[in-house]
């Protein structure tokens, strides 16, 4: 079946730093990949998508890339600030399918 | 932020007692689903629906039902809740199926069975 396997966490970077948070998925067809995150309290948030191969999802300075060929979406941003501190969640909906499925989440904390 | 809330946002129960949670939208999406969040396991599908009426099983639906009257609302009931649905329950609702749209989230409940 289908799934998604994040870094463990939780992960901790100073300001400004460079943040790679890695996921990889199993899939039976051509899903789409999406990372959530999470701030603390909240629900969760589409940070960003892509829905085939090579395609790059971005938003408020965090990318993805969907790379088939290593079944890899991680998620990279170049400069983190305090305000990143938050759980991510990569996730998967195949086609045809109806449910996303998520892995487990990363706890990402940025310190000044 | 899509049109969706959750209630109640917390609630605290005893073992054996019904629970029903309800999910209204005002963005008129055709599918909401419900979730429940555990640590260790991200979120996982309850159920979802597809239309007024129209019903499905998640994964996890042991334990739950659904029912959707209106459009705009989705219910989620525990009949008996039992101290293994402590949890975090998400909605949420997409206009289109499957990979062809996304999910948008509600602020989600925190249940607690005692």
């Known amino acids: 079946g289908n799934s998604v396997t994040q870094m463990e966490g939780p992960v901790t970077l100073s300001e400004e730093a460079f943040l790679t948070i890695n996921c990889t998925y199993t899939?039976?067809?051509?899903?789409?990949l999406f990372w959530y995150v999470q701030y603390p309290g909240e629900g969760l948030q589409l940070l960003l998508k892509?829905?085939?191969?090579?395609d790059k999802g971005s938003n408020k300075g965090f990318e993805a890339t969907y790379r088939k060929e290593t079944t890899s979406f991680h998620l990279e941003k170049g400069s983190v600030q305090v305000s990143d501190s938050a759980v991510y969640f990569c996730a998967l909906i195949d086609q045809g399918a109806q449910k996303l499925v998520f892995g487990q989440g990363t706890r990402l904390t940025i310190n000044p | 932020d899509a049109g969706i809330t959750q209630s109640p946002r917390h609630k605290v129960t005893e073992t054996g007692t019904p629970v029903t949670l309800r999910c209204h939208q005002t963005e008129n999406h055709r599918y909401m689903y419900w979730y429940r969040q555990d640590p260790g396991h991200g979120l996982r599908l309850i159920h979802y629906?597809?239309?007024?009426?129209?019903?499905d099983k998640g994964e996890v639906s042991d334990g739950y039902s659904v029912s959707r009257s209106k459009t705009e609302d989705f219910l989620l009931t525990l009949e008996s809740a039992t101290s293994s649905q402590t949890s975090v329950y998400f909605c949420a609702i997409s206009e289109l199926a499957g990979a062809a749209d996304t999910q948008y989230f509600g602020p989600g409940t925190r249940l607690t069975v005692l």
């Open positions: 899939a039976t067809g051509y899903p789409s």
């Open positions: 629906s597809y239309g007024v009426k129209d019903t």
């Open positions: 892509a829905t085939k191969a090579d």
